[in-house]
Protein backbone atom coordinates (compact mmCIF):
# COMPACT_ATOMS: atom_id res chain seq x y z
CA UNK A 1 0.00 0.00 0.00
CA UNK A 2 1.11 3.51 -1.48
CA UNK A 3 2.29 5.93 1.61
CA UNK A 4 -0.76 8.22 0.62
CA UNK A 5 -3.36 5.36 -0.52
CA UNK A 6 -5.86 5.26 -3.02
CA UNK A 7 -9.37 4.67 -1.50
CA UNK A 8 -12.95 3.87 -3.04
CA UNK A 9 -16.02 4.56 -1.26
CA UNK A 10 -19.12 2.81 -2.88
CA UNK A 11 -22.94 3.52 -1.94
CA UNK A 12 -24.72 0.90 -3.53
CA UNK A 13 -28.25 1.14 -1.91
CA UNK A 14 -30.98 4.61 -2.63
CA UNK A 15 -28.94 7.39 -4.76
CA UNK A 16 -26.07 5.22 -5.75
CA UNK A 17 -22.49 6.99 -5.70
CA UNK A 18 -19.24 6.43 -5.55
CA UNK A 19 -16.34 8.60 -4.15
CA UNK A 20 -12.40 8.06 -4.71
CA UNK A 21 -10.11 9.65 -2.71
CA UNK A 22 -6.09 10.05 -3.04
CA UNK A 23 -5.69 10.58 1.19
CA UNK A 24 -7.78 12.98 2.65
CA UNK A 25 -8.43 14.67 -0.93
CA UNK A 26 -11.60 13.87 -2.74
CA UNK A 27 -10.10 13.07 -6.59
CA UNK A 28 -13.94 12.97 -7.62
CA UNK A 29 -17.47 11.78 -6.14
CA UNK A 30 -20.47 11.42 -7.95
CA UNK A 31 -23.89 10.19 -7.78
CA UNK A 32 -24.79 7.50 -10.21
CA UNK A 33 -28.05 8.77 -11.43
CA UNK A 34 -25.80 11.78 -13.13
CA UNK A 35 -24.72 8.86 -15.29
CA UNK A 36 -27.44 6.95 -16.35
CA UNK A 37 -30.16 10.35 -16.51
CA UNK A 38 -32.24 8.31 -13.69
CA UNK A 39 -33.48 10.49 -10.96
CA UNK A 40 -32.52 8.81 -7.54
CA UNK A 41 -31.42 5.52 -9.27
CA UNK A 42 -30.62 2.65 -7.10
CA UNK A 43 -27.09 0.76 -6.82
CA UNK A 44 -27.29 -2.55 -8.32
CA UNK A 45 -24.12 -5.41 -8.83
CA UNK A 46 -22.71 -4.47 -11.97
CA UNK A 47 -22.37 -0.26 -11.65
CA UNK A 48 -18.31 -0.23 -11.51
CA UNK A 49 -18.10 -2.04 -14.85
CA UNK A 50 -21.28 -0.58 -16.70
CA UNK A 51 -21.28 3.04 -15.61
CA UNK A 52 -17.98 3.90 -13.19
CA UNK A 53 -15.20 2.25 -14.89
CA UNK A 54 -16.12 4.06 -18.71
CA UNK A 55 -16.81 7.55 -17.76
CA UNK A 56 -14.39 8.15 -14.04
CA UNK A 57 -10.97 8.46 -14.62
CA UNK A 58 -8.37 7.25 -12.04
CA UNK A 59 -9.73 3.60 -11.89
CA UNK A 60 -7.72 1.97 -13.87
CA UNK A 61 -5.03 2.43 -11.30
CA UNK A 62 -4.56 -0.20 -8.10
CA UNK A 63 -6.93 0.36 -5.28
CA UNK A 64 -5.32 0.15 -1.98
CA UNK A 65 -8.92 0.31 0.32
CA UNK A 66 -12.22 -0.69 -0.65
CA UNK A 67 -15.38 0.20 1.29
CA UNK A 68 -18.77 -0.39 0.05
CA UNK A 69 -22.36 0.03 1.99
CA UNK A 70 -25.60 -0.84 1.23
CA UNK A 71 -25.23 -4.27 -0.91
CA UNK A 72 -27.73 -7.16 0.27
CA UNK A 73 -26.17 -9.90 1.46
CA UNK A 74 -27.08 -12.20 -1.69
CA UNK A 75 -25.83 -9.24 -3.68
CA UNK A 76 -22.82 -10.48 -6.50
CA UNK A 77 -21.12 -7.38 -6.37
CA UNK A 78 -18.70 -8.82 -3.47
CA UNK A 79 -14.97 -8.84 -3.23
CA UNK A 80 -14.69 -11.22 -5.81
CA UNK A 81 -16.54 -9.72 -7.95
CA UNK A 82 -14.88 -6.35 -7.71
CA UNK A 83 -11.68 -8.20 -8.42
CA UNK A 84 -12.51 -9.08 -11.98
CA UNK A 85 -13.38 -5.50 -12.67
CA UNK A 86 -10.74 -3.14 -10.35
CA UNK A 87 -7.26 -3.35 -9.89
CA UNK A 88 -6.21 -4.18 -6.38
CA UNK A 89 -2.87 -3.35 -4.33
CA UNK A 90 -0.64 -6.13 -2.91
CA UNK A 91 -1.72 -5.89 0.69
CA UNK A 92 -5.31 -3.79 -0.07
CA UNK A 93 -7.67 -3.86 2.53
CA UNK A 94 -11.68 -4.04 1.89
CA UNK A 95 -14.72 -3.81 3.89
CA UNK A 96 -18.58 -3.69 4.18
CA UNK A 97 -20.22 -1.12 6.54
CA UNK A 98 -23.75 -0.31 7.46
CA UNK A 99 -25.47 2.62 5.87
CA UNK A 100 -25.98 4.78 9.03
CA UNK A 101 -21.72 4.30 10.05
CA UNK A 102 -21.06 5.51 6.55
CA UNK A 103 -23.23 8.85 7.26
CA UNK A 104 -21.70 9.19 10.54
CA UNK A 105 -18.44 9.30 9.09
CA UNK A 106 -19.84 11.46 6.04
CA UNK A 107 -21.20 14.11 8.86
CA UNK A 108 -18.74 14.16 11.38
CA UNK A 109 -15.12 13.64 10.19
CA UNK A 110 -15.64 16.56 7.57
CA UNK A 111 -17.26 18.83 10.44
CA UNK A 112 -14.68 21.35 12.52
CA UNK A 113 -15.30 19.30 15.29
CA UNK A 114 -13.60 17.87 17.96
CA UNK A 115 -16.26 15.81 19.40
CA UNK A 116 -20.27 16.25 18.51
CA UNK A 117 -23.16 14.34 18.82
CA UNK A 118 -24.18 12.58 16.02
CA UNK A 119 -28.04 12.10 14.66
CA UNK A 120 -28.61 10.08 11.65
CA UNK A 121 -32.75 10.52 10.69
CA UNK A 122 -33.88 8.41 7.27
CA UNK A 123 -37.36 7.08 6.02
CA UNK A 124 -36.13 4.05 5.14
CA UNK A 125 -33.49 0.79 6.72
CA UNK A 126 -33.08 -0.52 9.53
CA UNK A 127 -32.86 1.27 11.90
CA UNK A 128 -34.23 4.51 10.10
CA UNK A 129 -32.78 6.72 12.96
CA UNK A 130 -29.67 6.25 14.97
CA UNK A 131 -27.62 8.63 17.20
CA UNK A 132 -24.17 8.65 18.72
CA UNK A 133 -21.22 10.37 20.46
CA UNK A 134 -18.22 11.02 18.34
CA UNK A 135 -14.92 12.09 18.67
CA UNK A 136 -12.11 11.90 15.96
CA UNK A 137 -11.03 8.45 18.28
CA UNK A 138 -14.30 6.37 18.10
CA UNK A 139 -17.67 6.29 17.13
CA UNK A 140 -20.15 5.57 20.16
CA UNK A 141 -23.75 4.12 20.00
CA UNK A 142 -26.13 6.12 22.11
CA UNK A 143 -29.33 4.29 20.45
CA UNK A 144 -31.40 3.85 17.50
CA UNK A 145 -35.20 3.89 16.69
CA UNK A 146 -36.94 1.00 17.45
CA UNK A 147 -39.72 -0.83 14.91
CA UNK A 148 -42.99 -1.27 16.33
CA UNK A 149 -43.94 -5.17 17.64
CA UNK A 150 -47.03 -4.75 15.15
CA UNK A 151 -45.77 -3.76 12.74
CA UNK A 152 -47.03 0.06 12.69
CA UNK A 153 -44.90 2.82 11.12
CA UNK A 154 -42.42 4.48 13.01
CA UNK A 155 -39.43 7.08 13.45
CA UNK A 156 -39.60 11.02 12.05
CA UNK A 157 -38.66 9.93 8.70
CA UNK A 158 -41.00 7.42 7.77
CA UNK A 159 -43.61 9.99 9.19
CA UNK A 160 -42.24 12.53 6.58
CA UNK A 161 -42.36 10.01 3.91
CA UNK A 162 -45.88 9.09 4.42
CA UNK A 163 -46.80 12.53 4.89
CA UNK A 164 -45.04 13.44 1.29
CA UNK A 165 -46.48 10.76 -0.62
CA UNK A 166 -50.04 11.50 0.65
CA UNK A 167 -49.64 14.38 -1.21
CA UNK A 168 -47.12 14.14 -3.68
CA UNK A 169 -46.75 10.26 -4.74
CA UNK A 170 -43.15 9.41 -5.90
CA UNK A 171 -39.72 9.55 -5.25
CA UNK A 172 -37.83 12.57 -3.82
CA UNK A 173 -40.79 14.94 -3.33
CA UNK A 174 -39.90 16.02 0.39
CA UNK A 175 -38.73 19.06 -0.30
CA UNK A 176 -42.54 19.93 -2.32
CA UNK A 177 -43.94 19.19 0.88
CA UNK A 178 -41.82 21.91 2.91
CA UNK A 179 -42.50 24.70 0.36
CA UNK A 180 -46.52 24.36 0.06
CA UNK A 181 -46.60 24.06 4.01
CA UNK A 182 -46.65 27.72 4.38
CA UNK A 183 -49.97 28.45 2.29
CA UNK A 184 -51.58 26.25 4.92
CA UNK A 185 -52.61 26.48 8.79
CA UNK A 186 -51.30 23.78 10.82
CA UNK A 187 -53.95 24.01 13.44
CA UNK A 188 -56.96 23.60 10.10
CA UNK A 189 -56.82 19.83 10.86
CA UNK A 190 -56.92 19.64 14.53
CA UNK A 191 -53.63 16.89 14.24
CA UNK A 192 -51.80 16.01 17.16
CA UNK A 193 -47.91 16.42 17.50
CA UNK A 194 -46.15 13.05 17.19
CA UNK A 195 -45.14 10.80 20.13
CA UNK A 196 -41.78 11.40 21.41
CA UNK A 197 -40.36 8.93 23.88
CA UNK A 198 -36.68 9.48 24.77
CA UNK A 199 -35.45 9.08 21.31
CA UNK A 200 -38.08 6.99 19.66
CA UNK A 201 -40.77 8.60 17.23
CA UNK A 202 -44.39 7.34 16.96
CA UNK A 203 -47.04 8.09 14.84
CA UNK A 204 -50.30 8.58 16.20
CA UNK A 205 -53.53 6.91 14.62
CA UNK A 206 -55.14 9.68 13.68
CA UNK A 207 -52.06 10.58 11.39
CA UNK A 208 -52.06 7.06 10.55
CA UNK A 209 -55.40 6.94 9.41
CA UNK A 210 -55.39 10.45 7.40
CA UNK A 211 -52.35 9.30 5.63
CA UNK A 212 -53.51 5.85 4.64
CA UNK A 213 -56.59 7.74 2.77
CA UNK A 214 -56.03 6.75 -0.65
CA UNK A 215 -55.85 9.54 -2.75
CA UNK A 216 -57.87 12.22 -0.43
CA UNK A 217 -55.11 14.61 -0.43
CA UNK A 218 -52.89 14.20 -3.48
CA UNK A 219 -52.29 17.29 -5.04
CA UNK A 220 -53.78 17.72 -7.97
CA UNK A 221 -56.39 15.25 -8.20
CA UNK A 222 -59.70 16.98 -9.45
CA UNK A 223 -61.50 16.29 -6.08
CA UNK A 224 -58.64 17.69 -4.22
CA UNK A 225 -58.33 20.84 -2.76
CA UNK A 226 -55.62 23.06 -2.76
CA UNK A 227 -56.40 24.34 1.22
CA UNK A 228 -56.91 20.89 2.31
CA UNK A 229 -53.37 19.74 0.46
CA UNK A 230 -51.56 22.64 2.05
CA UNK A 231 -53.38 22.62 5.61
CA UNK A 232 -51.92 18.76 5.40
CA UNK A 233 -48.79 20.14 5.02
CA UNK A 234 -48.47 22.64 7.36
CA UNK A 235 -49.66 20.31 10.09
CA UNK A 236 -47.60 17.85 8.96
CA UNK A 237 -44.49 20.40 8.84
CA UNK A 238 -45.02 21.67 12.18
CA UNK A 239 -45.05 18.24 13.43
CA UNK A 240 -41.67 17.13 11.88
CA UNK A 241 -40.13 19.88 13.25
CA UNK A 242 -41.61 19.92 16.72
CA UNK A 243 -40.34 16.18 16.69
CA UNK A 244 -36.86 17.02 15.33
CA UNK A 245 -36.25 19.58 18.15
CA UNK A 246 -37.32 17.57 20.62
CA UNK A 247 -35.24 14.09 19.48
CA UNK A 248 -32.28 17.05 20.08
CA UNK A 249 -33.02 17.73 23.09
CA UNK A 250 -33.12 14.29 24.29
CA UNK A 251 -29.63 13.59 22.31
CA UNK A 252 -28.18 17.32 23.87
CA UNK A 253 -28.95 16.22 27.10
CA UNK A 254 -27.66 12.46 27.04
CA UNK A 255 -24.24 13.76 25.43
CA UNK A 256 -24.39 17.22 26.95
CA UNK A 257 -21.97 18.42 23.83
CA UNK A 258 -22.51 21.70 22.62
CA UNK A 259 -22.16 20.59 18.82
CA UNK A 260 -24.61 18.60 16.79
CA UNK A 261 -23.65 16.73 12.79
CA UNK A 262 -27.46 16.22 11.35
CA UNK A 263 -27.62 13.57 8.43
CA UNK A 264 -29.79 11.46 6.71
CA UNK A 265 -32.59 12.04 4.12
CA UNK A 266 -34.32 14.94 7.10
CA UNK A 267 -31.54 17.40 6.93
CA UNK A 268 -32.75 18.37 3.73
CA UNK A 269 -35.22 19.95 5.08
CA UNK A 270 -34.24 23.51 5.03
CA UNK A 271 -37.53 25.02 7.21
CA UNK A 272 -36.66 22.27 9.64
CA UNK A 273 -32.49 22.74 9.49
CA UNK A 274 -33.37 26.41 10.54
CA UNK A 275 -35.21 25.79 13.74
CA UNK A 276 -32.84 23.04 14.24
CA UNK A 277 -30.21 25.96 14.23
CA UNK A 278 -32.27 29.06 16.21
CA UNK A 279 -34.11 27.17 18.72
CA UNK A 280 -32.47 23.69 19.29
CA UNK A 281 -30.12 22.76 22.21
CA UNK A 282 -26.92 22.72 20.13
CA UNK A 283 -24.78 26.02 19.61
CA UNK A 284 -23.54 24.85 16.29
CA UNK A 285 -25.05 22.03 13.58
CA UNK A 286 -22.87 20.89 10.72
CA UNK A 287 -24.71 19.34 7.63
CA UNK A 288 -22.93 18.22 5.14
CA UNK A 289 -23.86 19.01 1.71
CA UNK A 290 -24.69 15.81 0.81
CA UNK A 291 -26.85 14.53 3.99
CA UNK A 292 -28.76 11.93 2.05
CA UNK A 293 -28.40 8.57 0.59
CA UNK A 294 -25.56 9.58 -1.70
CA UNK A 295 -23.32 11.18 0.90
CA UNK A 296 -22.55 7.37 2.21
CA UNK A 297 -20.14 7.18 -0.65
CA UNK A 298 -17.58 9.92 1.03
CA UNK A 299 -18.59 8.35 4.25
CA UNK A 300 -17.26 4.80 3.13
CA UNK A 301 -13.95 6.66 1.62
CA UNK A 302 -13.83 8.35 4.63
CA UNK A 303 -13.83 5.30 6.89
CA UNK A 304 -11.11 3.28 4.51
CA UNK A 305 -9.06 6.31 5.05
CA UNK A 306 -9.11 6.31 8.80
CA UNK A 307 -9.71 2.98 10.12
CA UNK A 308 -8.17 0.62 7.96
CA UNK A 309 -5.63 2.84 6.36
CA UNK A 310 -4.75 3.87 9.84
CA UNK A 311 -4.35 7.31 8.52
CA UNK A 312 -6.46 10.46 9.93
CA UNK A 313 -8.51 12.28 7.84
CA UNK A 314 -8.40 16.10 7.52
CA UNK A 315 -10.70 16.66 4.75
CA UNK A 316 -13.42 19.06 5.60
CA UNK A 317 -15.66 19.84 2.82
CA UNK A 318 -15.43 23.87 1.69
CA UNK A 319 -17.40 23.45 -1.18
CA UNK A 320 -19.13 20.78 -2.80
CA UNK A 321 -17.67 20.96 -6.36
CA UNK A 322 -16.67 17.37 -6.27
CA UNK A 323 -17.61 15.44 -9.64
CA UNK A 324 -14.72 15.08 -12.09
CA UNK A 325 -13.36 18.22 -14.00
CA UNK A 326 -15.02 18.36 -17.70
CA UNK A 327 -12.35 18.75 -20.18
CA UNK A 328 -12.19 22.04 -22.75
CA UNK A 329 -12.24 19.20 -25.79
CA UNK A 330 -15.38 18.11 -24.55
CA UNK A 331 -17.29 21.61 -24.43
CA UNK A 332 -16.00 22.31 -27.82
CA UNK A 333 -16.88 18.94 -28.98
CA UNK A 334 -20.73 19.68 -27.43
CA UNK A 335 -20.34 23.31 -29.71
CA UNK A 336 -19.21 21.59 -32.76
CA UNK A 337 -21.45 22.35 -35.91
CA UNK A 338 -24.44 23.52 -33.78
CA UNK A 339 -25.84 25.73 -36.42
CA UNK A 340 -29.05 26.49 -34.26
CA UNK A 341 -27.09 28.35 -31.90
CA UNK A 342 -24.37 31.76 -31.71
CA UNK A 343 -21.35 31.00 -29.93
CA UNK A 344 -19.51 33.88 -28.54
CA UNK A 345 -15.93 33.48 -27.37
CA UNK A 346 -15.16 36.77 -25.31
CA UNK A 347 -11.75 37.59 -24.42
CA UNK A 348 -11.40 36.89 -20.61
CA UNK A 349 -13.69 35.83 -17.41
CA UNK A 350 -14.29 39.83 -16.96
CA UNK A 351 -15.92 39.76 -20.45
CA UNK A 352 -17.81 36.78 -20.44
CA UNK A 353 -19.06 37.99 -16.90
CA UNK A 354 -20.09 41.24 -18.64
CA UNK A 355 -22.02 39.63 -21.46
CA UNK A 356 -24.07 37.17 -18.72
CA UNK A 357 -24.39 40.74 -17.09
CA UNK A 358 -26.13 42.45 -20.11
CA UNK A 359 -28.31 38.99 -20.33
CA UNK A 360 -29.42 38.85 -17.02
CA UNK A 361 -30.05 42.58 -16.24
CA UNK A 362 -32.17 42.44 -19.38
CA UNK A 363 -34.65 39.77 -18.22
CA UNK A 364 -33.24 36.97 -19.96
CA UNK A 365 -32.44 33.44 -17.84
CA UNK A 366 -29.52 31.75 -18.29
CA UNK A 367 -27.56 28.63 -18.08
CA UNK A 368 -24.40 28.27 -16.46
CA UNK A 369 -22.28 25.15 -16.99
CA UNK A 370 -18.86 25.77 -15.14
CA UNK A 371 -15.79 23.44 -13.87
CA UNK A 372 -16.77 20.42 -11.86
CA UNK A 373 -20.21 19.46 -10.69
CA UNK A 374 -21.88 19.68 -7.87
CA UNK A 375 -21.88 16.14 -5.74
CA UNK A 376 -25.18 17.13 -3.86
CA UNK A 377 -28.97 17.56 -4.47
CA UNK A 378 -28.15 21.67 -4.95
CA UNK A 379 -26.67 23.34 -7.56
CA UNK A 380 -24.45 26.32 -6.27
CA UNK A 381 -23.33 27.69 -9.24
CA UNK A 382 -21.45 25.25 -11.64
CA UNK A 383 -25.02 23.66 -12.75
CA UNK A 384 -27.20 26.62 -12.10
CA UNK A 385 -29.74 28.74 -13.65
CA UNK A 386 -29.40 32.07 -13.05
CA UNK A 387 -31.97 35.03 -13.67
CA UNK A 388 -32.77 38.65 -11.99
CA UNK A 389 -34.39 38.34 -8.20
CA UNK A 390 -36.20 41.01 -8.46
CA UNK A 391 -39.37 40.25 -10.94
CA UNK A 392 -41.84 38.24 -8.98
CA UNK A 393 -43.15 37.14 -12.68
CA UNK A 394 -39.69 35.72 -13.34
CA UNK A 395 -40.15 33.33 -10.56
CA UNK A 396 -43.70 32.09 -12.39
CA UNK A 397 -42.32 32.13 -15.83
CA UNK A 398 -39.03 29.55 -14.38
CA UNK A 399 -41.44 27.37 -12.47
CA UNK A 400 -44.31 27.19 -15.66
CA UNK A 401 -41.49 27.33 -18.63
CA UNK A 402 -38.67 26.58 -17.41
CA UNK A 403 -38.95 23.33 -14.06
CA UNK A 404 -42.65 22.77 -15.51
CA UNK A 405 -43.44 22.11 -11.79
CA UNK A 406 -45.86 23.78 -9.57
CA UNK A 407 -46.18 27.01 -9.19
CA UNK A 408 -45.72 27.47 -5.46
CA UNK A 409 -42.00 26.48 -5.56
CA UNK A 410 -39.85 29.06 -4.52
CA UNK A 411 -36.25 29.70 -5.99
CA UNK A 412 -33.50 30.47 -3.96
CA UNK A 413 -31.33 33.10 -3.14
CA UNK A 414 -27.12 33.69 -4.20
CA UNK A 415 -25.26 36.39 -2.66
CA UNK A 416 -21.74 36.92 -0.84
CA UNK A 417 -21.43 35.79 2.28
CA UNK A 418 -20.08 39.10 3.45
CA UNK A 419 -23.36 40.96 2.08
CA UNK A 420 -25.62 38.58 3.27
CA UNK A 421 -26.38 39.81 6.49
CA UNK A 422 -28.00 42.88 4.89
CA UNK A 423 -30.65 41.01 3.42
CA UNK A 424 -31.49 37.61 5.35
CA UNK A 425 -31.47 37.05 8.84
CA UNK A 426 -29.28 34.26 9.06
CA UNK A 427 -27.37 32.62 11.81
CA UNK A 428 -24.19 31.09 10.23
CA UNK A 429 -22.59 31.33 6.47
CA UNK A 430 -25.09 28.64 4.03
CA UNK A 431 -22.61 27.74 1.76
CA UNK A 432 -24.77 24.88 0.39
CA UNK A 433 -28.54 25.90 0.52
CA UNK A 434 -29.36 23.76 3.99
CA UNK A 435 -31.27 26.48 5.48
CA UNK A 436 -34.85 28.51 4.99
CA UNK A 437 -34.04 31.73 6.97
CA UNK A 438 -35.86 34.54 7.02
CA UNK A 439 -35.38 37.44 4.40
CA UNK A 440 -35.25 41.21 6.17
CA UNK A 441 -38.87 42.80 5.59
CA UNK A 442 -37.08 46.30 4.22
CA UNK A 443 -35.99 44.42 1.23
CA UNK A 444 -38.16 41.64 0.58
CA UNK A 445 -39.92 43.95 -2.65
CA UNK A 446 -36.45 43.59 -3.77
CA UNK A 447 -35.96 40.16 -3.94
CA UNK A 448 -39.36 39.22 -5.35
CA UNK A 449 -38.84 35.88 -7.33
CA UNK A 450 -36.70 34.32 -4.17
CA UNK A 451 -38.96 35.08 -0.70
CA UNK A 452 -41.67 32.36 -0.04
CA UNK A 453 -44.78 33.53 0.82
CA UNK A 454 -44.11 32.97 4.78
CA UNK A 455 -40.86 35.94 3.86
CA UNK A 456 -38.48 32.83 3.65
CA UNK A 457 -35.99 31.98 1.56
CA UNK A 458 -33.68 28.74 1.13
CA UNK A 459 -30.12 30.68 1.07
CA UNK A 460 -26.95 30.23 -0.51
CA UNK A 461 -23.85 32.24 0.50
CA UNK A 462 -20.67 32.56 -1.89
CA UNK A 463 -17.70 33.24 0.44
CA UNK A 464 -14.73 35.13 -0.21
CA UNK A 465 -12.31 31.82 -1.24
CA UNK A 466 -15.69 30.26 -3.49
CA UNK A 467 -15.95 30.24 -6.81
CA UNK A 468 -14.65 33.39 -8.51
CA UNK A 469 -17.12 33.82 -11.47
CA UNK A 470 -20.31 33.85 -9.33
CA UNK A 471 -18.32 36.42 -7.15
CA UNK A 472 -17.73 38.22 -9.88
CA UNK A 473 -21.42 38.16 -10.99
CA UNK A 474 -23.14 39.18 -7.68
CA UNK A 475 -20.93 41.77 -7.41
CA UNK A 476 -21.19 42.85 -11.12
CA UNK A 477 -25.17 42.73 -10.95
CA UNK A 478 -24.94 44.94 -7.24
CA UNK A 479 -23.37 48.04 -9.44
CA UNK A 480 -25.63 47.76 -12.21
CA UNK A 481 -28.59 46.93 -10.17
CA UNK A 482 -27.86 47.99 -6.56
CA UNK A 483 -28.71 44.35 -5.68
CA UNK A 484 -25.84 42.09 -4.59
CA UNK A 485 -28.38 38.57 -5.20
CA UNK A 486 -29.33 36.33 -7.86
CA UNK A 487 -32.11 33.75 -8.36
CA UNK A 488 -30.39 29.93 -8.43
CA UNK A 489 -31.84 27.17 -9.58
CA UNK A 490 -30.52 23.69 -10.91
CA UNK A 491 -29.81 23.13 -14.59
CA UNK A 492 -31.73 20.57 -15.67
CA UNK A 493 -35.54 19.57 -16.96
CA UNK A 494 -38.47 18.38 -15.27
CA UNK A 495 -38.19 14.93 -13.30
CA UNK A 496 -34.25 14.87 -14.71
CA UNK A 497 -31.10 14.59 -12.80
CA UNK A 498 -29.35 18.15 -12.49
CA UNK A 499 -26.81 17.77 -16.14
CA UNK A 500 -23.26 16.27 -16.08
CA UNK A 501 -21.45 16.48 -19.19
CA UNK A 502 -21.12 19.30 -21.98
CA UNK A 503 -23.28 17.52 -24.48
CA UNK A 504 -25.94 17.05 -21.67
CA UNK A 505 -26.09 20.95 -20.72
CA UNK A 506 -26.04 21.87 -24.64
CA UNK A 507 -28.96 19.51 -25.40
CA UNK A 508 -31.02 20.56 -21.84
CA UNK A 509 -30.24 24.33 -23.30
CA UNK A 510 -32.09 23.37 -26.60
CA UNK A 511 -34.81 22.19 -25.13
CA UNK A 512 -35.59 24.52 -22.70
CA UNK A 513 -36.26 28.44 -23.50
CA UNK A 514 -33.51 29.46 -21.86
CA UNK A 515 -31.76 32.80 -23.17
CA UNK A 516 -28.03 31.72 -23.01
CA UNK A 517 -25.81 29.24 -21.80
CA UNK A 518 -22.52 30.35 -20.54
CA UNK A 519 -19.68 27.39 -20.57
CA UNK A 520 -16.48 29.16 -20.50
CA UNK A 521 -15.06 30.52 -21.89
CA UNK A 522 -18.00 30.79 -24.53
CA UNK A 523 -21.55 31.78 -24.12
CA UNK A 524 -24.04 30.21 -26.07
CA UNK A 525 -27.48 31.94 -27.52
CA UNK A 526 -30.32 30.58 -29.77
CA UNK A 527 -30.79 32.16 -33.49
CA UNK A 528 -34.48 31.97 -32.56
CA UNK A 529 -34.52 33.75 -28.61
CA UNK A 530 -37.45 32.32 -26.84
CA UNK A 531 -40.01 34.99 -25.71
CA UNK A 532 -38.42 36.83 -22.38
CA UNK A 533 -40.92 36.57 -19.44
CA UNK A 534 -43.94 38.46 -19.38
Not at 428 to 449: C, D, G
Request: glycine share 10%.
Amino acid sequence: MDDIPFVLGINRARAASICLMQGARVQWAIQKERLTRRRHDGGGPHDVDEFYLPHLPGLERPIDVLVECGAGDDDTGDGDGFAQVLTFSRGARRARIAPHLARVYSAFHPSPFREAAVMIVDSHGNPPASFYRVDRERVGGIGQQVPAQDGQPVGLGMFYHLLTQALFPGEGNGGKVSDLAPYGDPQAAGLPPLEVEDLQVGIPHAWQGLLEEPGRFRFGALRTSFSDCANLAAAGQRAFEDALLALAQRLHLRTGLDDLCFAGVAALNCPANDRLLRDGPFRRVYIPPVPGDAGAAVGCAIHGLVELSGQGSDFRWPHDYLGPAPQLADIEAALDGAGDLIVEHPRGRDALCARMLDMLCSGRVIGLYQGRSEFGPRALGHRSILADPRRERMRDWINARVKEREWFRPFAPVVAEERAAQYFDLRAPSSFMQFAVPVRSSVMPLLAAVTHVDGSARLQTVGPSDDPLLRALLAGFEVRTGVPVLLNTSLNGRDEPIVETPQQAVATFRRLPLHGLAMPPYLVMKRHEPGLPA
